[in-house]
């Protein structure tokens, strides 16, 4: 074997381990943060929380929390742009039923500023402003229950996105709970 062909396959050999290995590191730290976050909040469940965030290709190289936080927050940003998008849909719908229109251009709004406030968290959040990061979340996290409530006010109102709503509250709690850890563990840090 010659000695630059040598040096290929020892490298190759260790870029496919090294690859494996992060991926496994990543899928443990999903898991146990996950698991964290729903003994911690009943509002989370454990198997959508993993299935959530492995659904997101960067998780697979997640090598920390800050990392795994970021993903999170993004992840309930995105939802809250789909879903203010069909919410837009559905509301331009013809066979919208006229009672659904006032809790629809309420929801519509709510979304809209739901993905404001995750931009913002975003940005707090890449600053270490881990309050602000918290607080818009909180925010955006009201968003998909005050929608909820207003189709429920409404006679006879069933929400189209009894879902969307429920999976974008989860998400913005596994993307507090996450945050809440970064945060306590940078606390811990300083502490010593």
């Known amino acids: 074997m010659t000695p630059p062909f040598a040096i290929f396959v ?22 146990e943060t996950c698991k964290k976050s ?29 990392s795994l936080a970021r993903i999170s927050i993004k992840l309930a940003k995105t939802n809250a742009t789909r879903t203010r998008s069909y919410v837009k849909k559905l509301s331009k719908s013809k066979t919208l039923n006229p009672r659904d229109k006032p809790p629809l251009t309420d929801c519509l709004e709510l979304y809209s500023d739901a993905v404001d406030s995750l931009k913002a968290a975003v940005k707090a959040f890449k600053s270490k402003d881990y309050s602000k990061a918290n607080v818009e979340v909180s925010s955006a996290m009201d968003a998909p229950s005050t929608c909820e409530e207003g189709f429920q006010e409404t006679k006879g109102g069933v929400s189209p996105l009894t879902k969307r709503n429920k999976d974008m509250f989860q998400l913005c709690a596994i993307a507090l709970s996450i945050i809440n850890m970064v945060s306590k563990e940078l606390t811990l840090k300083e502490e010593l």
């Not at 496919?16 to 990543?26: E, H, M, Q």
């Not at 469940?45 to 998780?59: D, G, I, R």
């Open 38 to 66: 729903a003994q911690k909040d009943p509002n989370i469940n454990y198997k959508f929380c993993v299935t959530s965030l492995e659904a997101v290709p960067k998780s697979h190289n997640a090598m920390s929390l800050k």
């Open 10 to 31: 020892l490298f190759s050999l260790s870029f496919f381990l090294c690859c494996c290995f992060n991926g496994a590191i990543a899928a443990d730290l999903i898991q």
